[in-house]
Nanobody, 123 residues
Framework: SQVVESGGGLVQPGGSTTLSCAVA????????VGWFRQAPGKEHKEVTC????????YCADSVKGRFTVSRDNAKNMLWLQMNNLKPEDTGVYYC?????????????????WGQGTRVTVST
């Protein structure tokens, strides 16, 4: 299995950007896939949003109403639309595949991780 993120970069506070996640080696339609972020200086990653195979989604309170996760199972692609970005959204964002169909929000429940893509929210 392979997961590759793209997008990100430098964004001004209040701005928007979209991250993409391409998966290979497994069919996206079977599993939940999550977007995590690791803030500068933090050891662990925190979940932002999770997309379940039946189409349901979950987003953490810190990003709810600002971030939206979506998927295209036929294309094996996942996206994270990030709006009204804040400096505290700065970090490396990772896409990860689980072997669950439910919402899972901890790192250890995920099997395959991408290399991450950096988002910096700053003037």
């Amino acid at each position: 299995s392979q997961v590759v993120e793209s997008g990100g970069g430098l964004v001004q506070p209040g701005g928007s950007t979209t991250l993409s996640c391409a998966v290979a080696g497994f069919s996206l339609e079977h599993y939940s896939v999550g977007w995590f972020r690791q803030a500068p200086g933090k050891e662990h990653k925190e979940v932002t949003c999770v997309s379940r195979p039946e189409g349901g989604t979950y987003c953490a309170d810190s990003v709810k109403g600002r971030f939206t996760v979506s998927r295209d199972n036929a294309k094996n692609m996942l996206w994270l639309q990030m709006n009204n970005l804040k400096p505290e959204d700065t970090g490396v964002y990772y896409c990860a595949e689980s072997h669950y169909t439910m919402t899972v929000i901890t790192e250890d429940m995920y099997e395959t991780w991408g290399q991450g893509t950096r988002v910096t929210v700053s003037t």
